[in-house]
């Protein structure tokens, strides 16, 4: 049974840092591009970051570069996402998902996707 489990949210204030966390299982996880998207209450989901399945090549939303980092560890099966200069308007519940999504926000352009993280950001 595949899974991907995000770990790390939770409460942080404005200016502050947190790291996400995305356990792999289940599946040959190096095989896979990651990517972390978002979706705030009432809004549509955002992509956030992807990385190639080598880590070799990172691609970002313009709202998170420079404050955000995708990373991925292919001997432990988990992918990361640091988030920097953290603003109000990140807070979101957190998706990691696996496959070549290609930047889309659309769960089926993924071939597995996570339950999710709430990620909030307090003025």
């Known amino acids: 049974q595949v899974q991907l489990v995000e770990s790390g949210g939770g409460l942080v204030q404005a200016g502050g840092s947190m790291r996400l966390s995305c356990a792999a299982s289940?599946?040959?996880?190096?095989?896979?591009?990651m990517s972390w998207l978002r979706q705030a209450p009432g809004k549509e989901r955002e992509f956030v970051a992807a990385?190639?399945?080598?880590?070799?090549?990172?691609y970002y939303a313009d709202f998170v570069k420079g404050r955000f980092t995708i990373s991925r560890d292919n001997a432990n099966d988990a992918a990361y996402l640091q988030m920097n200069s953290l603003k109000p308007e990140d807070t979101a519940v957190y998706y990691c998902?696996?496959?070549?999504?290609?930047?889309?926000?659309?769960?089926?352009?993924?071939?597995?996707w996570g339950q999710g993280t709430q990620v909030t950001v307090s003025s």
């Open positions: 998902a696996a496959g070549s999504g290609g930047g889309s926000v659309y769960r089926h352009e993924y071939t597995y």
């Open positions: 990385i190639t399945w080598s880590g070799g090549s990172t």
């Open positions: 289940g599946m040959a996880f190096i095989n896979y591009d």
